[in-house]
Every structure is written in structure tokens, then in C-alpha cells.
């Protein structure tokens, strides 16, 4: 009899099962290496059903029997797609709404979805409620990159609120999971420190407003099962391209499933929907490598410069700036020294700084004149088109520094216009380097600001290249613009950012900018549609730059991430100081008349060889070799392509006495392959010391056995090219 039974059960198990499998709606997006599929489950709602390496075409999708559920658990509740607050699942969810009626709760059914090429569109709705979310995934094959974001709007007669809104969410079955996170301070951007993620929450999250990427930059990775590794197992590398508050959530719920959601921050951003207005959150950006993170890091970077990079493609220029040198010190007759200076140098273009504007408030330093961007008489008599006129006479191309979101509370524009600024009223103000931002929210203000650029240009159309810096983070958050919506502000400010920047690049789109935030107080895919590069920090010391040019090497292609020699850290020799910026967009920023003949050759050296291998250097196969974070020395290699060409850079930090050098074996490289082995860039004079310089190894070689690479030398360093025969 018990036997009879067991095997009722048994049947009508696999009926329910099967008529699940043969009701659920399945719907796969693809990369060439990563699958997701969902599915809509008899509830009529969207569910991951999987999300790993692609599967092969027979593999029996239909079989998936709602992943995430637990048959001994309570409740049964599997990977919803975008799940909403107040219904069954106990977690975090990616969606909350106030109804006019006051009702929290939604429950989102699946319509119907779409497929445009790599585009998934799916269609949610509330049955009850005409609340409509769209879920976009767009996969990027070859890059292995997909990303999704969300649409919402209602047609509700009263006042929709909504207090959650993920860009979008993934879950993971695995036994482990290891977050890599980055971040900390002005001056030490991108330093990375790995946890072991348990049961419950952690978020990385940002709401500095404007400096959002200061203190947590918007990149994670996780290893799955086991610590994230350059070479092997599989991880999630993810980012959101949001120039702005952000978090990303990483749950570990009673079942061990990680579930990953990223989207705007949403403290302090209860936002007020109109009727009819699509809500867009921004783009939630993944990769998943099963080759641990070199392969990770090139589909980003790939990906980066195809899809996302303003002129990801294209060429980038060397410069000469005069911040670190001058900073506020400058007249017309230095610039026009300066100018000689870049020219020696054979730099492409002359980048002139903070400085250049103000009149009533003349910006001699940084507690004035910001917001009053005219050319500051006394400075630059002749005004700028003379000044850019001289700076072009010397074959250069000219670039001017503008901080166009800000102003001292010392300027006429401050005067003028107190409802532009953020500011509390009838409190006490913050100010972080005595100034404050403007309300972007305000379309007045975006006129403005689109002003300072196009007032600019106007004047002086030959203007090559812009740096907009942003120095402060939103404090004494009020909008006088925003009135009631104050919850609208943070998100508004955003959009009105990138209204501003879409008017520039329509009107202007030779005009190349990079992006600057005191450093890499901002350093987000959002902004990076519109900027050409960015400043990874303003801390150049050489050593410290190994480490946040590390970090950002994961995500960013090295031609957006820009790398200034300068006078930082004097103990440091010219050439250890070059060679670390030199796999990135190589600048100077120092007072060149200070250096010796050799070392200004030696400058001069770096900026040929760095055009004549740009081609490696901008390639997106990086290798890290030695991380810096293993002791005293960080050796990288960038590849070409066709694997015929490589350069490795190897730096030596602070060695111990008499430490163990090992050889270092190169990556991605082709074993049957000949390659010329060659030392480059020594100083003038200087012969390689290297016992292999100039001879030929087959790839099997340098991958197995390696090169003597390391010395124990204090912050020495050594750049190695290597070149196919046949
Ligand atoms: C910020 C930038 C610097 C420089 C100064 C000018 O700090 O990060 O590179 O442009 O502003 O005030």
C-alpha cells in the first residue's frame, strides 16, 4: 500500500514538473560564452533559470525546474527577474512603488517579450495596477558582455512614489562566493580588497552626488566557488554606468544563492513618477569569465572601447600640463615658455589649468572666481585666442581646464544666482574646497553650464581637447528648483549632467575631453560615453600610481586611463616615473627646465616610443603577471592582437635585501612562435644589463621558463618588447 502510494506521488510530481517545464516560456540571451536563460512559470512571472557558461544547443533547458526553491523550504520562491517589494521572497528586492492609493505593493506578471538582434525586451505589468516595467538585456556576443536596465512608467491619475529601482539583478548557486571590491580615499583610488561573502548583506554604495566614485568606485568582481584569479575559475565582473549615487547589493540568502543587484542608490531618492514619464535606470554592465580575470578584463576592455569609450576606437594624444608645475603662477610669457617646453618634448598638445578665468573674483587660488568663466585680464592680456594662437604657432594643439558644475561662494555667478546652487537654506553650509554645486536639476542651470563649453568653443573654435574637473561632492543637498521633489534631486542632477554632455558632443564632436574629479572621483561608464579618458588620481607618486592603475586596469581600456609623470616622489628616478605611466595615456606634468639633459631626452624617448606602440598598448589583452599587492615588485604584460607583438613592464617597489628573484613567465603568447626579446626605453648612454637582451626565444620559452626580470633594486624598472620573427 505504502509502496502504491509513494509512486502516486512520484507521478503526480513529475506531471506537475513536466507541465511546468512544458508551460514555462524560456527564453535564452546569449553571449558566445554566456548563457542566461528565463523563464515565465506558471505564475505568470519571469524567472532566471540559469545564468553560467553557454550550454551547448541540446542541452535539456526545459528540465529547469525553478532554481533558488527549496522543497523543504516554508515557501517556495525561485530567481524572479526583477522581484518586487512585499510579496513572498524574503530578500532584497529590485522594485518598490507607492500607489496613488497608498498601496506598497505591486506584483509584476510577465506580457510578452521581444527580440531585436541582441536585444530582449521583456513587458511587465501589474494586473491591478497600470504600473508598466520593461526589462531591455542586450547581449554583446564576441565581448561576452551583457547588460540590462529597466523601464518604468504608470498611468495612475494620482502620485506614484517609487523607492526601488534595480537597473537590474543576478543569482548564482555556487559554494562560495569572494567579492573583490575597490575603493577608498582621494589619493588611493581602485585599492582592492578581497571577502568572503556569508548569509545576509553587503552593499557597496555611494551618495557623495557628484564625487560618487571617491570613496567606492563602481567596479566589483566575485569568484565564484573559489577567490577571484587572474588565470583560472569562474567570476562575475560587473560595474553601472551611472554618473551618480549608486549600490550594488550582494546577498547571500538561506539557501547559499548569491543574488547581485545594482542600480541607482536609492536613499534619499524616493522619486516622484509622473504620469506617463519613463523612469530609465541606467545600464548595469556584466561579464562572466570561466578563465578568471584576464579574460574578464579584456571582454571589458574590448567591450569599452567598441561600445561604450567616447572615441573608444580612435587615436589619443600626448600633452604636457602645467598644473603640477605652475598651478595658479602663470602669465603669458610663461605659457609661451611653456609652449617651447611641450614642443621640445614632442607632445601633441599643450593643456593649460585651473587659473585662466575671473575677474571681479580673479582665480588666483582656489577660494575664488570659480563660476566666472571669463579670461582673467590681468593673467592673459591679450585674451585667449592670443594665447591659444601662440600655443598652435608651435605645432601644438591647445586644451583648457573648466570646472563648469561648480562655484565659489566668492564669484560674481554666486552673486547673481543664489537659487542655481545646491544649498540648504537657513542652515549652516559645508563647503568642500570653499565651494559648492550647482543644481543641474534646473534646466536654467544646464543652460549654463552647456554655456561655459559652448561660450568657449564659440570664442575659440580651435580648442582641441577640454579637461572638466569636479572637485566636490554634493553636501547640503537641497534643490530650490526641485520644491517638493527633493527626492527627485540626486537623479535629476544626474540626467541634467547628461543633457548637458549629449548637447556638447552633438555640437562639438571633434572636441575631446577627459574627465577629472580630483582625481578619479569619477571614473563611471555613464560618463565615459562622453569623455575620451579620465584622471585615475591625482596622487602620481609612481609607487602609489602601480597600485591604482592596477586596480583600474581590470575594467578600463589604458587609453582612457590618463597617467602624468610628475615630481612626486623625488627619491624615484625619471625613468621609474615614466615607465609607470608610460602602458597608459602618457602625459607630463612637471617643470621639464628642472631636469637634467639626460633626463629630458629620456622624456623625449617616451613619447616616440609610446606612439610607435601605441597599437600594444591600447590592445585589450592585458596579462597581470605580479600583482604588487604579493610583496615588492608588479610586472604586467599587454599584448597585440595577433600575439606577435608584446611589451612587458617590470617594477621593482621596495625589494628586501638579497630576496629570491624568480624568473617571470609570460602569458598569451604563441609557444611555436619566435620572438626577439629586446629591452627599450634606457636612458641615454645606458646599455641593457639584461643577459638576454636581443635574443630570440621561442613563445614555449618565455611562457615555461621565463626572463630574469626582477632586480633588488629600490623602484627600478625595466620595459621589455617582444617581437615575432616568424
Ligand atoms: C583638481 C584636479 C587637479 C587640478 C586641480 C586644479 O584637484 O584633480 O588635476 O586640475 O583640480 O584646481
Redesign the pocket.
Known amino acids: 500500500m505504502r509502496k502504491f502510494f509513494l509512486l502516486t506521488y512520484i507521478l503526480l510530481l513529475l506531471t506537475v514538473i513536466n507541465s511546468v517545464a512544458v508551460n514555462a516560456q524560456t527564453i535564452n540571451i546569449t553571449t558566445n560564452r554566456t548563457q542566461l536563460v528565463l523563464q515565465v512559470k506558471e505564475n505568470g512571472r519571469l524567472y532566471q533559470a540559469y545564468l553560467g557558461a553557454r550550454l551547448s544547443e541540446t542541452t535539456e533547458l526545459s528540465q529547469i525546474y525553478m532554481p533558488g526553491t527549496t522543497l523543504t523550504s516554508s515557501q517556495i520562491t525561485g530567481f524572479e527577474a526583477y522581484p518586487v517589494m512585499g510579496t513572498e521572497d524574503y530578500y532584497e528586492p529590485a522594485f518598490e512603488i507607492l500607489h496613488a492609493d497608498g498601496n506598497p505593493v505591486s506584483v509584476l506578471k510577465f506580457q510578452s517579450f521581444e527580440q531585436n538582434g541582441n536585444e530582449t525586451i521583456f513587458r511587465l505589468k501589474d494586473e491591478l495596477y497600470p504600473i508598466h516595467v520593461t526589462l531591455h538585456y542586450v547581449a554583446y556576443p564576441e565581448e561576452n558582455i551583457i547588460k540590462q536596465w529597466a523601464d518604468i512608467y504608470h498611468e495612475e491619475k494620482g502620485e506614484v512614489c517609487i523607492s526601488r529601482y534595480a537597473s537590474g539583478m543576478l543569482y548564482f548557486e555556487s559554494h562560495n562566493y569572494y567579492l573583490m571590491q575597490f575603493g577608498n580615499d582621494w589619493g588611493k583610488e581602485m585599492q582592492m580588497k578581497e571577502t568572503k561573502l556569508e548569509y545576509g548583506k553587503k552593499m557597496l554604495d555611494t551618495r557623495l552626488g557628484t564625487r560618487s566614485a571617491l570613496i567606492t568606485p563602481p567596479f566589483f568582481m566575485v569568484g565564484l566557488d573559489e577567490p577571484v584569479n587572474e588565470n583560472h575559475g569562474e567570476v562575475l565582473m560587473g560595474t553601472i554606468a551611472w554618473t551618480g549615487n549608486y549600490r550594488m547589493t550582494f546577498e547571500v540568502d538561506h539557501n547559499n544563492c548569491l543574488r547581485v543587484i545594482a542600480g541607482i542608490n536609492p536613499d534619499a531618492s524616493r522619486y516622484r513618477l509622473k504620469k506617463n514619464e519613463v523612469f530609465r535606470t541606467p545600464e548595469f554592465i556584466f561579464t562572466l569569465s570561466q578563465n578568471g580575470t584576464a579574460q574578464g578584463s579584456h571582454d571589458m576592455q574590448q567591450w569599452a572601447m567598441r561600445q561604450q569609450l567616447y572615441k573608444g576606437q580612435d587615436d589619443r594624444q600626448t600633452l604636457l600640463n602645467n598644473?603640477e608645475n605652475t598651478y595658479f603662477r602663470f602669465d603669458e610669457e610663461k605659457l609661451q615658455q611653456l609652449f617651447n617646453e611641450a614642443k621640445n618634448l614632442g607632445v601633441d598638445l599643450f593643456l593649460l589649468?585651473?587659473g585662466w578665468f575671473g575677474n571681479k573674483y580673479p582665480r588666483n587660488n582656489?577660494r575664488q572666481g570659480l563660476g566666472d568663466w571669463e579670461v582673467m585680464e590681468k593673467k592673459l592680456p591679450h585674451g585667449l585666442t592670443f594665447t591659444i594662437r601662440q600655443c598652435e604657432e608651435q605645432g601644438l594643439g591647445f586644451g583648457i581646464?573648466i570646472e563648469p558644475e561648480m562655484v565659489n561662494p566668492k564669484s560674481e555667478l554666486y552673486e547673481q544666482h543664489r537659487d542655481w546652487v545646491i544649498e540648504l537654506p537657513d542652515r549652516e553650509t559645508y563647503y568642500s574646497r570653499h565651494q559648492l554645486v550647482l543644481d543641474l536639476s534646473n534646466p536654467k542651470v544646464q543652460e549654463f553650464v552647456f554655456g561655459v563649453v559652448d561660450g568657449l568653443m564659440t570664442q575659440c573654435p580651435t580648442i582641441r581637447y577640454i579637461?572638466w574637473?569636479c572637485?566636490s561632492p554634493m553636501t547640503n543637498v537641497y534643490s530650490h528648483y526641485e520644491g517638493r521633489n527633493q527626492g527627485n534631486l540626486f537623479i535629476d542632477y544626474t540626467r541634467g549632467l547628461y543633457n548637458i554632455l549629449d548637447r556638447i558632443q552633438l555640437k562639438y564632436p571633434d572636441l575631446t575631453m577627459m574627465l577629472?574629479?580630483?582625481?578619479g572621483g569619477r571614473s563611471d561608464f555613464g560618463a565615459l560615453k562622453y569623455f575620451t579618458e579620465f584622471?585615475c588620481s591625482?596622487n602620481t607618486d609612481p609607487i602609489e600610481r602601480l597600485f591604482i592603475q592596477w586596480g583600474f586596469s581590470y575594467f578600463m581600456p589604458a587609453k582612457a586611463m590618463c597617467s602624468h609623470v610628475t615630481a612626486w616622489n623625488k627619491k624615484a628616478d625619471i625613468k621609474f616615473r615614466t615607465d609607470v605611466c608610460f602602458p597608459y595615456k602618457l602625459g607630463f606634468d612637471l617643470d621639464l627646465k628642472k631636469l637634467t639633459d639626460d633626463e629630458r631626452t629620456y622624456c623625449r624617448q617616451a613619447v616616440c616610443e609610446w606612439k610607435r606602440l601605441k597599437h600594444i598598448l591600447f590592445s585589450p589583452t592585458i596579462h597581470r603577471l605580479i600583482s604588487p599587492y604579493q610583496g615588492n615588485h608588479c610586472v604586467l604584460q599587454r599584448t597585440d592582437k595577433d600575439r606577435s607583438h608584446a611589451l612587458v613592464f617590470a617594477y621593482d617597489l621596495h625589494p628586501r635585501f638579497r630576496e629570491s628573484l624568480q624568473p617571470v613567465k609570460l602569458q598569451g603568447l604563441n609557444p611555436d612562435a619566435l620572438y626577439e626579446v629586446k629591452e627599450i626605453m634606457l636612458m641615454p648612454g645606458e646599455k641593457s644589463r639584461l643577459s638576454f637582451q636581443g635574443k630570440t626565444f621561442s613563445g614555449d620559452y618565455l611562457m615555461h621558463i621565463g626572463l630574469p626580470l626582477l632586480t633588488s633594486n629600490d623602484m627600478s624598472s625595466r620595459i621589455i618588447e617582444i617581437e615575432k620573427l616568424f
Do not use: R
Open positions: 598644473w589649468d585651473d582656489d581646464w579637461k574637473d572637485n577629472c574629479s580630483s582625481g584622471w591625482d
